[in-house]
């Protein structure tokens, strides 16, 4: 390590103390491994800082030495954006000691945390106040609250909720120059100027580090119906979540899309699940509806049922009779990831189109896909009741690696052309990143990408944090010399 770096690595010592930070050869995995195993990175040190002051003094000291910094939260993030540089430049500064939820307030349903707060753990507390915080997804036991405003996270019960950025009321967030910008209201309804608050959420750490949050808590559903569809098309479902909207008073809060492939993945990463039905069929809907007081959800979720059978869109299904069988159902939704995962090289989009347009949408692109590859395994899964959809892909069974991430690559090119005939978006809740980049900017018109510099140049003209990450440094260095 050349003299400017360790000087750099003991003035971090100095001011957090040597058990916050953390230098290669210690067990690097979690900081510089992406969540599939694939993508590596190497950082100078991973900073570990436990109050918010702390990532202030750790930014201001990155900044007087131009050293670059990437915010990390769980490191569950798809696209890239909390993994650091290969070249041993980069600081990682994470947020896993800053875990805290320091209050519930059960009238105004509010909730305060620290930026470092892992998402399972803060709906756990919630529920504990018979409050409810609906953002669920399938990483929450690992994801951070900060990730997850960093990425404008959504996940199942979008639908009902929205995304995080419906679910935040106020925010802390460490600049890029090491000022702490305080946004920590309750407030429900504030119009004051621009909202620098969104303008952080979804931001992928590009604009600042958040070290806290105000959440919108929801009381906690006292009945919950969970129940597994089969159906016969991806039409179908949409015609379903139509019907289920109109006759489940809007008490719908999860409708995903799982096709028969999906089914099978989820088995053999998890041998120990049974298919629910006895016969297979082509999709299913994996559906929720949620409610307290005193409405008769159970004979809601029957007359449905019922209307769905009736209209020929429901084939066959189970409800759930118990809490436990409905953990079940959505195991088999949770599995069928790990079961890609599994199948190693595989294309995984995240797109959206509008609701009315997405069975369109996947007929066209699997037309598309099947022409292209005629062995290639198209699975359409995800949050269809937002429009959002996994378009993915399994290579053709034997294909070797390299080959693979041609193909899919090629694919994933004409699966993106097909969705911008839609007037869709190439990434509906995992962000830019590193990944999407080319295929983002490659769309956003000039006056998007003047006004996205613009911003930038605004929070962080040395591009020092998470730098290359939704925009590339060059762009923010070259827009200065004009
Ligand atoms: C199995 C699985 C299922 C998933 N399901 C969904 C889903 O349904 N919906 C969905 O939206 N996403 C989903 N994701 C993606 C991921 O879980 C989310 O993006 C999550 O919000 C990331 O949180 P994290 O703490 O892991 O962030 P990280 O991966 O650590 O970071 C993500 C980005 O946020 C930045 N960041 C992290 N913490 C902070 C902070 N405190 N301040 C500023 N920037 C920060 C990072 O620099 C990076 O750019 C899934 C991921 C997995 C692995």
Redesign the pocket.
Known sequence: MDTSKANFIDALVALLGANAILQPPEDFARYTQD?AGHRLGEPLAVARPKTTEEVAAVVRLCRENGVRM?????????VG??LPDKDNNEIVIS?ERMNRVHSIDPVGFTMVVD??CVLEEIKRIAEEQECFFPLS???QG???I??????N????NVLRYGMMRELVLGLEVVLPDGRIWNGMTALRKDNRAYNLKQLFIGS??TL????AAVLKLFPKPEQTQTALLAIPSVAAAMQLYTLARRSCSDLLSAFELIPRKCMELAFEAAPQLTDPLDVAYPYYVLMETAATGPVDLAQMMENFVEQGMTAELILDGVLAASSAQALQLWFIRESM?EGQRMRGEHLRTDVSVPISALADFVDEATTVVTHYSPESTVIPYG?VGDGNLHFNILPPPGMAAEQAVTVLHELEELIFDVLDRFNGSISA???I?RIKQQAYLKRASEAERELLVSIKRAFDPDCLM?AD?VLPASMIKSSMNK
């Open positions: 969540w990437v915010p990390q939260g769980g490191h569950t993030g798809l954006g909390a947020l930026g470092g997804l399938g990483a690992s994801c951070q900060g990730g997850n405003i960093a990425t996270a959504g996940g199942l992928e750490g600042g580090i958040v070290t990831l949050h809740e995992h962000g990143g998470s990450r």
